[in-house]
């Protein structure tokens, strides 16, 4: 690669990061102003990053294209990503509806993988979506893969992808099956949760107390 397309990669690089620096103010404003408006945070945490060119180099050459800048913005749409960890499913949806609703977010692809988990377990709700971006001399519209997930989901997922890791296309029937009966248990544990949250609720607003602690929403 000569000094001229490294520059052009660096210069697609940082128009990714300002991407995820959107995203990531979109979030903290809408869970802010909930705590501010209903004393209640929808968003346990936001996690970014942005896929590394060795990453990106990988994914072009796993999906048989040739290693272009051009083909990388076209057809890599997770270059900058985004984690987004919620308490409850319920949670996970509604911050999936605040971003479909904003203005400037053209959501381009969805896959739920909450309500149509992929057949090794894995739970999420993905989404691809196209945000503008403003510089000095033009308007860029940069692709983000935003992925919501209960506290239970990120914790299967993130030690499938360890395990994954180990053993790739090879791992042994007992250990995948093993990961799914636990996945189908963080299905489970995310149900019980839920429905715990409205229990709580429900017997608070029977005693009609204004708690100083945040509600359970
Ligand atoms: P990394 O290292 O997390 O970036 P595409 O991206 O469209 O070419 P695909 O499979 O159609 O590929 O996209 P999909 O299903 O939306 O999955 C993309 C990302 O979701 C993955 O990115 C993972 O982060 C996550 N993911 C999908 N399936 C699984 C799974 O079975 N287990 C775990 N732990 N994560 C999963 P990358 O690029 O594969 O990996």
Aim: proline letters at 3%.
């Amino acid at each position: 690669m000569d000094k001229q397309q490294v520059m052009e990669w660096a210069k697609m690089l940082m128009s990714y990061k300002f991407a995820l620096d959107e995203v990531s103010t979109k979030l903290t404003i809408l869970n802010e102003e909930l705590q501010f408006i209903q004393n209640y945070n929808p968003i346990e945490h936001v996690k970014t990053r942005i896929k590394s060119p060795e990453g990106i180099v990988e994914k072009l050459q796993r999906k048989g294209l040739e290693v272009s800048k051009e083909n990388a913005t076209a057809y890599i749409r997770d270059i900058a990503g985004v984690r987004v960890i919620c308490s409850f499913t319920t949670d996970v949806y509604r911050v999936y509806e605040m971003i479909r609703s904003q203005g400037d977010v053209e959501v381009i692809e969805e896959k739920d993988y909450i309500r149509n988990p992929k057949p090794n377990g894995y739970q999420s709700l993905h989404l691809i979506i196209r945000i503008p971006i403003f510089l000095s001399q033009r308007t860029e519209h940069v692709t983000v893969e935003i992925q919501l997930r209960t506290i239970a989901m990120d914790f299967w997922a993130s030690l499938e992808h360890k395990i994954y890791y180990q053993f790739h296309d090879d791992m042994p029937l007992s250990i995948r099956e093993e990961l799914k009966a636990t996945a189908d248990m963080i299905g489970m544990l995310d149900q019980r949760m839920l429905r715990l949250k409205d229990e709580v609720n429900k017997f608070s607003s029977s005693i009609g107390e204004i708690s100083k602690e945040p509600a359970l929403q």
